[in-house]
């Protein structure tokens, strides 16, 4: 006969078990798990089975081990996931991607009736089409004011209806219509909220960036930088290459309003004094100036016009004979 484990026991081994998982693993994921059986939560035990591990428990409980083992190894960065533990919650530690493994645990996903009381997770819309229903059950319809008609027998729903909107609770109307219907609305898992990596802590929207969006962000900021630099005239790398360049604009300014010069000034007071040389310097580089394509027509015109030489060839002896 097996001897039962005592709830000290289990509360010991459980403690022992979440310590240990600490000390090994750097990477864990808080994920909410409401309304996830227990077969759901095996399937997704197995197929992150071999780099990462599930572990639930009570909150007081996971809160408490947290606490001491913290203090036990000195490591008050696990003190970070306290705040996390809100909840029906539950976590992953992991030894691979971030990403990948959260994309892993999405997949595993179950269809769920709307149950009465549960507050819809996203808008049901039900479809417009043949419902296969008698019109003994047009009551409903009528009910959530759901515009219908009777085709070949059966109820047929004319136009698309927002039957629960994301945020409310699911009335009894609602759920024995979706029922009769077959329609499974909802859908449950595993849903990460926050991703703890060594101390830190942020949002799972963090492992969707990508390197261009990463250098995106980068550039604002470089942006938000060179902008205030320049608002408070205080030099910085990235603010310095404008600094000079308005700089040159303010002195070329002064040199073109007074008789001051200066080497690069000289080439723009050349300009101004001779604007012609605007449309010379703008024009396209190997295109012929003005005037020269009509002139060189006028040449090609007259070659053909003169008579063809004769070579020596032509007159049956060469000069060196």
């Not at 539950?90 to 179950?110: H, N």
């Not at 040389?277 to 703008?282: D, G, L, Y």
């Amino acid at each position: 006969m097996a001897v039962k484990t005592s709830k000290a026991d289990k509360k010991i081994a459980y403690d022992h078990k979440l310590c240990q998982l600490l000390d090994e693993f750097s990477q864990i994921l808080i994920a909410a798990a409401d309304n996830v059986g227990s077969n759901q939560l095996q399937n997704i035990r197995q197929g992150l089975r071999g780099e990462s591990v599930v572990l639930m428990g009570k909150n007081t409980m996971m809160k408490r081990s947290i606490r001491l083992h913290a203090e036990k190894t000195g490591n008050n960065a696990f003190l970070n996931l306290i705040p996390l533990l809100v909840g029906n919650v539950g976590l992953i530690f992991t030894k691979g991607d971030l990403k990948e493994v959260t994309e892993e645990v999405s997949k595993y996903k179950v269809g769920a009736p709307a149950r009465v009381g549960l507050v819809a997770p996203i808008d049901v819309i039900v479809p417009p089409g043949n419902t296969g229903l008698d019109p003994s059950q047009t009551s409903f319809f009528q009910v959530l004011n759901i515009p219908t008609k009777i085709n070949k027998g059966t109820v047929e729903i004319i136009t698309p209806v927002e039957l629960i909107r994301k945020g409310e609770k699911v009335g009894s109307s609602e759920a024995a219509l979706l029922a009769k219907l077959g329609i499974r609305p909802f859908s449950y898992g595993l849903v990460v909220l926050s991703v703890y990596d060594n101390g830190s802590v942020f949002s799972p929207e963090v492992l969707d960036l990508t390197e261009d969006d990463l250098i995106e962000k980068f550039a604002i900021g470089v942006s938000m930088v060179t902008s205030l630099s320049l608002a408070i005239s205080y030099p910085t790398l990235a603010a310095a290459p404008h600094m000079f360049i308005n700089a040159y604009k303010n002195v070329l300014a002064v040199a073109v309003a007074t008789e001051y010069s200066f080497p690069q000034a000289d080439k723009v007071k050349e300009y101004l004094e001779d604007p012609s040389k605007f449309a010379v310097a703008a024009a396209p580089v190997g295109a012929a100036p003005v005037g020269a394509a009509p002139a060189a027509a006028a040449k090609e015109e007259e070659k053909k016009d003169e008579p063809a030489e004769e070579s020596d060839d032509d007159m049956g002896f060469s000069l060196f004979d």
